[in-house]
């Protein structure tokens, strides 16, 4: 029967004259197992459709619009379909494929290939892909890319919020990301992932800082990790990453070709400039080593396994891992992460110096001001930041000295 009511061709099937005759809306049925059917739209506009279970799932293929396609060509089409259904095969993706159209999972991949190069840290391009593994491809990984709509997306999102809100708000960037990639390249023409399409509901963000110790307090866990039964490597690193004020990865991943040792005995001062690769400010940064600073290198060389890194693990060739500072800092029962102490050498410069805060911002690799500013600013202020350095650091060893009286 028709959606109309009224009888159809169901039992007979579909002839050219009856398809050509046909105006009534409703669906008309070919009755020959492959579930083809003529809809008749209520402008009296004709297609052809097909009702078919596409590994175990029921799909509706549109053929094609009458009479630009004819009642022989929607048959031989339809039958086609059935077979390479059965056979466990999909047609929808064969269609697809032939006209060069990706799914949304095949576009991201893309996407992610052509712009990971822009993220520097392997984890962060690790984590890119999994987010979308996690929460997004399952959603709508295998649609076709201009068939997402931005209630998939929507839902998608709301879906990753409910257990990581963190990573639904870069979420929507990044499947924004994708369409912009699908727009360039033709597939799409829109942009479903827009802000404005999703109306998601606002989030009341909450900012939680790193942990940090108050910089009083810096000099005795530095004394408290040299006393400690960690591995060598592992003290100097960590002493290391607080008197240069430093991220926990470029230190981590320092490697020797980095420093440019000078003076008049080829050791008494130094500089260590941190390629641009490493950095999140994305140009070469150069820290001015204070006297302590040289003799941890000192320390550290020897013993070097003989690799380019600085502060090599019991893996040779293989870096210092993150975890492995953060959990000495918090075994030895100091409530601070790692990147904390960048705060505690700002806090200090900021309460105990003069120095002034351009100087200081300076020092932990941040930019100041606007572009224009930015433009005609170009001084690193290095100088400057000798000073500040070696003023740290000897604050840091008059603390200690503190400390250990103390004890």
Same mark, same amino acid.
């Given at each position: /029967?028709?959606?109309?009511?009224?009888?159809?061709?169901?039992?007979?099937?579909?002839?050219?004259?009856?398809? $050509?005759?046909?105006?009534?809306?409703?669906?008309?049925?070919?009755?020959?197992?492959?579930?083809?059917?003529?809809?008749?739209?209520?402008?009296?506009?004709?297609?052809?459709? +097909?009702?078919?279970?596409?590994?175990?799932?029921? @799909?509706?293929?549109?053929?094609?619009?009458?009479?630009?396609?004819?009642?022989?060509?929607?048959?031989? +089409?339809?039958?086609?379909?059935?077979?390479?259904?059965?056979?466990?095969?999909?047609?929808?993706?064969?269609?697809?494929?032939?006209?060069?159209?990706?799914?949304?999972?095949?576009? *991201?991949?893309?996407?992610?290939?052509?712009?990971?190069? *822009?993220?520097?840290?392997?984890?962060? @391009?690790?984590?890119?892909?999994?987010? /979308? %593994?996690?929460?997004?491809?399952?959603?709508?990984?295998?649609?076709?890319?201009?068939?997402?709509?931005?209630?998939?997306?929507?839902?998608?999102? =709301?879906?990753?919020?409910?257990?990581?809100?963190?990573?639904?708000?870069?979420?929507?960037? @990044?499947?924004?990301?994708?369409?912009?990639?699908?727009?360039?390249?033709?597939?799409?023409?829109?942009?479903?992932?827009?802000?404005?399409?999703?109306?998601?509901? $606002?989030?009341?963000?909450?900012? +939680?800082?790193?942990? *940090? =110790?108050?910089?009083?307090?810096?000099?005795?866990?530095?004394?408290?990790?040299?006393?400690?039964?960690?591995?060598?490597?592992?003290?100097?690193?960590?002493?290391?990453?607080?008197?240069?004020?430093?991220?926990?990865?470029?230190?981590?991943?320092?490697?020797?070709?980095?420093?440019?040792?000078?003076?008049?005995?080829?050791?008494?001062?130094?500089?260590?400039?941190?390629? $641009? &690769?490493?950095?999140?400010?994305? @140009?070469?940064?150069?820290?001015?080593?204070?006297?302590?600073?040289?003799?941890?290198?000192?320390?550290?060389?020897?013993?070097?396994?003989?690799?380019?890194?600085?502060?090599?693990?019991?893996?040779?060739?293989?870096?210092?891992?993150?975890?492995? =500072?953060?959990?000495?800092?918090? &075994?030895?029962?100091?409530? *601070?992460?790692?990147?904390?102490?960048?705060?505690?050498?700002?806090?200090?410069?900021?309460?105990?110096?003069?120095?002034?805060?351009?100087?200081?911002?300076?020092?932990?690799?941040? $930019?100041?001001?606007?572009?224009?500013?930015?433009?005609?600013?170009?001084?690193?202020?290095?100088?400057?930041?000798?000073? /500040?350095?070696?003023?740290?650091?000897?604050?840091?060893?008059?603390?200690?000295? %503190?400390?250990?009286?103390?004890?």
């Amino acid at each position: /029967m028709p959606s109309n009511g009224k009888p159809n061709s169901a039992r007979t099937g579909l002839t050219a004259i009856s398809v $050509k005759n046909t105006t009534q809306p409703g669906k008309y049925h070919d009755g020959r197992g492959t579930g083809l059917f003529l809809l008749v739209k209520p402008t009296r506009a004709k297609s052809w459709v +097909q009702r078919i279970v596409i590994r175990g799932k029921r @799909r509706e293929i549109g053929l094609g619009a009458y009479p630009l396609v004819s009642l022989a060509e929607a048959r031989e +089409q339809a039958l086609e379909n059935k077979r390479l259904a059965r056979a466990g095969g999909d047609p929808v993706a064969a269609k697809r494929k032939a006209r060069g159209i990706l799914t949304f999972e095949e576009a *991201a991949r893309k996407t992610h290939a052509e712009n990971a190069q *822009a993220l520097k840290n392997p984890k962060d @391009r690790a984590a890119y892909l999994k987010s /979308m %593994e996690t929460y997004i491809f399952p959603q709508f990984g295998t649609v076709a890319l201009p068939e997402v709509t931005s209630a998939d997306v929507r839902r998608a999102i =709301l879906l990753a919020r409910e257990t990581a809100p963190g990573v639904a708000r870069k979420l929507i960037y @990044r499947v924004s990301a994708v369409f912009k990639w699908g727009i360039a390249e033709g597939m799409c023409t829109g942009n479903p992932a827009v802000t404005e399409a999703l109306a998601l509901p $606002k989030l009341e963000r909450t900012v +939680q800082h790193r942990k *940090a =110790l108050p910089y009083a307090e810096v000099a005795g866990c530095v004394e408290a990790v040299n006393a400690s039964g960690a591995g060598a490597t592992t003290k100097l690193a960590l002493e290391f990453l607080i008197l240069t004020a430093t991220r926990s990865g470029e230190t981590r991943e320092a490697r020797w070709e980095e420093f440019d040792f000078h003076g008049a005995d080829g050791a008494t001062s130094a500089t260590w400039i941190i390629p $641009k &690769e490493r950095i999140k400010m994305k @140009r070469d940064h150069r820290v001015p080593l204070s006297g302590r600073a040289l003799e941890i290198l000192r320390d550290a060389e020897a013993l070097s396994d003989s690799s380019e890194l600085v502060f090599p693990s019991y893996k040779k060739g293989k870096p210092l891992s993150d975890m492995t =500072l953060s959990k000495l800092v918090k &075994e030895l029962g100091f409530e *601070a992460d790692v990147h904390g102490f960048r705060t505690s050498f700002r806090t200090w410069a900021q309460e105990q110096t003069n120095f002034p805060r351009e100087v200081a911002e300076a020092a932990l690799a941040h $930019k100041l001001g606007d572009a224009a500013e930015q433009a005609y600013a170009r001084s690193d202020l290095f100088e400057k930041r000798c000073k /500040m350095m070696e003023a740290w650091a000897a604050y840091l060893a008059v603390r200690r000295g %503190e400390v250990v009286r103390l004890a």
